[in-house]
């Protein structure tokens, strides 16, 4: 069994953004799918499509369902504690009992998900 940590970093800003996001789920679901060890986080400008995809609804409404799927799988997802501040979204997060990282200087510690044997995937 594998350990893998995606960090999504991607913002909200670009029409391709919304294929890296989407992708970025579905990768998470085939890992979980196959018996492996996942977690989601969000950090940088991607603490705004966690905000996003964590509502009932939105204009992207696809990735709102397949937020759903990912959920009831059990997969964990987190954000940045400190990104999700600067991007003004820590509020809406922490309404919808998001958790938020701030291992290292508000951040998440991708060092201690390293030692821990997880690979990590940026996107």
């Known amino acids: 069994m594998a350990k893998v940590a995606i960090i999504v970093l991607e913002g909200t800003e670009l029409k391709?953004?919304?294929a890296k996001i989407r992708h970025a789920m579905i990768y998470?679901?085939?890992i979980k799918a196959e018996g492996n060890e996942i977690i989601l986080i969000f950090d940088g400008n991607g603490t705004k499509w966690l905000d996003i995809i964590s509502n009932d609804t939105s204009d992207f409404d696809f990735?709102?369902?397949l937020f759903r799927e990912i959920q009831?799988?059990?997969?964990i997802y987190k954000a940045c504690d400190f990104c999700s501040t600067r991007k003004e979204v820590k509020?809406?997060?922490?309404?919808k009992n998001i958790e938020l990282v701030s291992e290292y200087d508000g951040h998440p510690n991708v060092g201690r998900l390293i030692n821990e044997g997880y690979?990590?995937?940026v996107i």
């Open 63 to 65: 990735l709102n369902k």
């Open 72 to 75: 009831s799988m059990g997969i």
């Open 28 to 30: 998470s679901k085939e």
């Open 119 to 121: 690979q990590i995937i």
């Open 91 to 95: 509020d809406s997060l922490v309404k």
């Open 16 to 18: 391709e953004s919304v």
